[in-house]
Structures are given as structure tokens and as C-alpha cells.
């Protein structure tokens, strides 16, 4: 089993509707969790970090997580075509000392005119 | 003032050779990363440096090389270049120790494309 798997996509939404971006981990204890976008050509740049469960909402981004389900996800409202991008997940697992984010393989949207 | 810089922006160079990527970060950030990212977008660590210490080591040829000299930078020397070695590396830092979960977010560089022909 994967210890962060994505639906790789493309997902594709019309402009205006909401994207909803999955993520589900392995790792019971992790606590850290991160969404990146990355741009075709470019670098992950993060976007969202959270780390209680429950939901934390910044501009139209809403990150949400439910660590009983090892679940996290990213809502976008008002799907704009310039949030075209993959959109990485990745995970912080527990444990003490210095620790490695792992990484999903992304999830490809696209938002049509 | 970019926060994090890498250079070169690409790299094309024959099998065989020897390569250097160098990479430096003004966010005042503890901890510095190599990541690989394959032709399938997967973004793997390789090593990480908190302070000059190596701290993350893995599993990965030892033709790869890092050094850090200093917390602001770290460098990556690869021998004997393979096609395989073919990718987009990054550098990233983040406040990441010791401090806790909430240190861990990274910021990337704008990566190496290497291209081993």
C-alpha cells in the first residue's frame, strides 16, 4: 500500500464550480499534512498545512481533514483556469526526531473555460 | 530576493561525466532538501541537512553526493552520471527539527532539469 496515494487525474471541473482534491494516507499516527500545487515546468509550491481535524479555509482554498478515516482533502471554490496545476499531497508521519514528508504522486486539474 | 535559488536551471551533459548543483536559501531555515522528481512527476527525497548534518539519507546510489556548508546552502555532486539519472532535482528548505509538526512546511527552488545523453 502506498503511504500517500492521489487519483492522478485529470480532473477536470467548468469554471466557477469547486474542485475537490483526495488524499488518503497509510500511517495512522501522522500529523502534518500539506497541499502543494505545481505548475507545468515549475516547482510545488505549498498552498495549504493542516494539521487538526476539521477544516481550515484560506481565501477559496479549504483544506479539510479526518484523521479517523486517514483522509485529507482541498476544496477550491470558484474554479479559476489559472488553478490549472497538479496538486500534491503530502504527509508528515509521527514519530520523534527529524522526520520526512512523503510525498503523493498528485492529482492533474483542469479547469475549463 | 528569491528565498530559494538553485543553479544551473538546466543541466545537459553526457553519461559518464561529473556534475555539480548548487543550492542557497535566505529564509533563515534550519533544515535544507534534495528531492528527485521523475518523468512521472514523482517527487522523491534523497537527503536532508538540519544545521550541516546530514539527517536524511536515502536509499539512493552513492554517486550522489550532498554537502552542506553551511545551513544556507547545499550542494549536490553527482559521478558517473547515468541516463537514469535523467530528472528535475530540487532544493527546498523549511524551519523543520526538533521544533515540532509545524515546522515542516518546505519551500522549493525553481529545480535543475538534468538531462544525461
Known amino acids: 500500500q502506498k503511504e500517500v496515494e492521489q487519483n492522478s487525474g485529470p480532473l477536470s471541473v467548468p469554471e466557477g464550480a469547486i474542485a475537490s482534491l483526495n488524499c488518503t494516507y497509510s500511517?495512522?499516527?501522522?500529523?502534518?499534512f500539506f497541499w502543494y500545487r505545481q505548475y507545468s515546468g515549475k516547482s510545488p509550491e505549498l498552498i495549504m498545512s493542516?494539521?487538526?481535524?476539521g477544516d481550515k479555509e484560506d481565501g477559496r482554498f479549504t483544506a479539510q481533514l479526518n484523521k479517523a478515516s486517514q483522509y485529507v482533502s482541498l476544496l477550491i471554490r470558484d474554479s479559476q483556469p489559472s488553478d490549472s496545476a497538479t496538486y500534491l499531497c503530502?504527509?508528515?508521519?509521527?514519530?520523534?526526531?527529524?522526520?520526512?514528508?512523503?510525498f503523493g504522486t498528485g492529482t492533474k486539474l483542469q479547469v475549463i473555460p | 530576493d528569491t528565498a530559494v535559488s538553485q543553479t544551473p536551471k538546466y543541466l545537459v551533459t553526457q553519461m559518464g561525466n561529473d556534475k555539480s548543483i548548487k543550492c542557497e536559501q535566505n529564509?533563515?531555515?534550519?533544515?535544507m532538501y534534495w528531492y528527485k522528481q521523475d518523468s512521472k512527476k514523482f517527487l522523491k527525497i534523497m537527503f536532508s541537512?538540519?544545521?550541516?548534518?546530514?539527517?536524511i539519507n536515502e536509499t539512493v546510489p552513492n554517486r550522489f553526493s550532498p554537502k552542506s556548508p553551511d545551513k544556507a546552502h547545499l550542494n549536490l555532486h553527482i559521478n558517473s552520471l547515468e541516463l537514469g539519472d535523467s530528472a528535475v532535482y530540487f532544493c527546498?528548505?523549511?524551519?523543520?527539527?526538533?521544533?515540532?509538526?509545524?515546522?515542516?512546511?518546505?519551500?522549493f527552488g525553481p529545480g535543475t532539469r538534468l538531462t544525461v545523453t
Open positions: 493542516i494539521y487538526s481535524n
Open positions: 500511517d495512522r499516527g501522522s500529523q502534518s
Open positions: 541537512y538540519n544545521n550541516k548534518e546530514l539527517i
Open positions: 527546498a528548505s523549511s524551519q523543520a527539527g526538533l521544533a515540532g509538526p509545524y515546522s515542516y512546511e518546505q519551500y
Open positions: 503530502a504527509v508528515l508521519p509521527f514519530s520523534g526526531g527529524y522526520q520526512k514528508v512523503t
Open positions: 529564509l533563515g531555515h534550519d533544515t
